[in-house]
């Protein structure tokens, strides 16, 4: 099962890239790609996101069975 939400980006996508770059780095996660696409994963959880214009769409593909989606989405949001 996978889940997806969107958030609006409100700075330019670059610094918005650059921010979740050096947060995941932090945090633990490991995030590769460019303003337009990419990937990032941690531990059992991985997924991708696309932008589209002013909006990102983040994916999560896999996740810890003892985690929930709502935990993960709460997790990744922080990133970005």
Not at 2 to 20: D, E, R, V, W, Y
Not at 49 to 65: A, C, E, F, Q, V
């Amino acid at each position: 099962m996978h889940k997806s939400f969107c958030i609006n980006i409100k700075i330019t996508p670059s610094n918005l890239l650059h921010k979740a770059k050096a947060m995941a780095c932090a945090t633990g996660w490991c995030l590769s790609g460019d303003i337009e696409s990419g990937n990032f994963s941690r531990d059992e959880t991985s997924g991708y996101y696309k932008r589209d214009g002013n909006s990102l769409k983040i994916t999560m593909t896999s996740k810890p069975y003892h985690e929930s989606w709502s935990d993960v989405e709460k997790e990744l949001r922080n990133l970005y």
